[in-house]
């Protein structure tokens, strides 16, 4: 395996959660590991956020990136949060993971660096507070998808070997992942802080994510002395606007066939960015009740359930900011409940647009609607791949043809571009549309395994390292169209995936 020999300079942090109560988190400090080695690095992520390779006073990577040396400026801590897990509530926090503290890149942005099985913390509860090489590069390589796939995501700077083992199903080699966030704000973290905290912090830490992620509803909050006012309305329109978010992240999903599989209120974010990728993966052939989590055996996050999903989780938000809706706890129920019925309609509007735009439609209207249905049942039915169906319809070349040859489909073909022609620039202008939105690419489950077989058990990286090349542009066409194309027959049949915790 490569070693990756560099040292990293150029760190900027500001430490604003390390400033908030103590409450809401634990300093702590990674535990060392015995053996570091850095296997990989996120050139481009790292320019982005001004970090600069071979500085001569910057600090050697695999000790930085394994948590073993804290680069200058960081106030490593856990974080405290709760959360619905399978729909039951618990007592969490970061377990497996230190934030070493917020960078300020050279645009400006905030983000966090956060150090993922880097050891126990106050939180760990059974856990052995390690990760597996074969989990971390997993989570790399797709979380990095996602954000070229151009939805809204954790990103992956680094990896490094621990040198030591850790015991799953059998023993795995350890490593650290150095995941970036714009923050790890969860909805678990409000609940927690209701459920176990005061009203004062729960009051603070609005606050704080608003000057965080929504500087658009600070008017709604005042100061007097050293109390904090806050406008029950700002609180109500703040969680609507983390449900759009959270609705465009699913809508998001679903257009490339995601499943994030874990989808619990602890793993959803006020940033609206997807993070904790465990036992995601996507979608090959059409089935709304995918589902490939070895533990989500009542398919609650099946495909298509996640919208749903997505609606209970900001219903869980509401609930923990009920008491900064109003004095009248009644009515503030009743405005957040009111509030949260509008999801289906908000959803449906969102997710027939991005469907419109997979098929050149721009402004779909209740016809589309049905046209767009009669595909979905025709994928179902006939278990066709939903990336290389959309290809197919795209004028992208599918080499195996067999399921989009046959008459049923090319009938609905035949009305699908009967409808195009009243779309102004024709099909021409709706194939511009659709070769944007429908990735040519995606991480085939086959390929993502195959790639972290190699990596993970072998330390061989080649297929990693070619997977992510193809990944960083999933839109446009390159040369591996047969693997890409093709999943082995039967082969996500049995297919399933762990959380690797
Ligand atoms: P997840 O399912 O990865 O979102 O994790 C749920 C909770 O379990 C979080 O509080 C994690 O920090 C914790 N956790 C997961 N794996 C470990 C581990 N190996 N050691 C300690 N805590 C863990
Ligand atoms: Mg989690």
Redesign the pocket.
């Known amino acids: 395996m490569k070693k990756l020999n560099i040292k990293v300079g150029g760190w900027n942090f500001d430490n604003s959660y390390s400033r908030l109560s103590d409450k809401l988190f634990t300093r702590i400090k990674p535990q060392k590991v015995k053996a570091p080695e850095l296997v990989l690095f996120n050139e481009e992520l790292a320019w982005e956020m001004g970090l600069k390779k071979s500085e001569k006073q910057g600090l050697n990577g695999a000790e930085v990136f394994s948590g073993n040396a804290i680069p200058p400026g960081a106030e490593p801590l856990a974080q405290a949060y709760a959360g619905h897990q399978f729909g039951h509530f618990t007592m969490?926090?970061?377990?497996?993971?230190h934030l070493l503290g917020e960078q300020i890149c050279p645009s400006g942005k905030r983000v966090d660096v956060q150090l993922k099985g880097s050891g126990?913390t106050p939180?760990?509860?059974m856990?052995?507070?390690?990760?597996t090489l074969y989990s971390m590069l997993r989570e790399y390589l797709i979380s990095e998808a996602l954000y070229h796939l151009g939805i809204p995501s954790s990103r992956s700077l680094a990896v490094a070997l621990t040198g030591e083992q850790v015991p799953r199903e059998r023993m795995h080699p350890g490593a650290v992942l150095t995941r970036i966030s714009s923050s790890h704000i969860r909805v678990g973290t409000f609940e927690y802080i209701r459920q176990f905290v005061d009203e004062e912090h729960l009051k603070s830490f609005f606050h704080y994510t608003v000057q965080r992620h929504y500087p658009e509803f600070e008017d709604g909050i005042s100061s007097r002395g050293e109390n904090l006012e806050i406008d029950p309305e700002a609180v109500l329109e703040f969680v609507r606007k983390v449900m759009e978010k959270q609705t465009d992240l699913v809508v998001n999903w679903m257009r490339v066939g995601f499943i994030h599989g874990?989808m619990?209120t602890?793993?959803t974010t006020l940033s609206g960015e997807t993070i904790?990728y465990?036992p995601c993966a996507f979608m090959n052939d059409y089935h709304p009740k995918t589902v490939f989590s070895s533990i989500d055996t009542q398919g609650r996050y099946s495909f298509a359930n996640q919208a749903g999903i997505a609606q209970w989780n900001v219903g869980c938000l509401a609930g923990a900011l009920l008491p900064l809706m109003g004095e009248n706890q009644e009515t503030a129920l009743e405005s957040a409940r009111d509030m949260l019925s509008g999801f289906p309609a908000l959803f449906r509007k969102k997710w027939l647009k991005m469907m419109g735009q997979k098929l050149g439609l721009s402004n779909p209207g209740k016809e589309d609607g049905k046209l767009i249905s009669e595909l979905m049942d025709w994928m179902e039915k006939e278990q066709a791949d939903y990336t290389n169906t959309f290809r197919y319809l795209s004028d992208r070349e599918v080499t195996d043809q067999t399921h989009w040859n046959g008459k049923e489909f090319q009938n609905w073909k035949k009305r699908w571009e009967t409808r195009l022609q009243n779309e102004t620039g024709g099909k021409d202008t709706a194939l511009q549309t659709m070769q944007k939105t429908n990735p040519n690419y995606i991480p085939r489950n086959h390929l993502v395994e195959e790639a972290l077989e190699d990596a993970g058990l072998k330390a061989d990286f080649t297929k990693f390292n070619f997977l992510m090349e193809v990944l960083k542009a999933p839109y446009s066409e390159q040369q591996v169209e047969k693997d890409f194309n093709r999943v082995p027959i039967g082969w996500d049949d049995a297919y399933q995936t762990f959380?690797g915790?």
């Not at 969490?92 to 993971?97: C, I």
């Not at 856990?127 to 990760?131: C, L, M, Q, S």
């Open positions: 969490l926090g970061d377990g497996r993971a126990r939180y760990s509860r856990g052995d507070g390690r990760a874990v619990n602890d793993n904790d465990g959380c915790t």
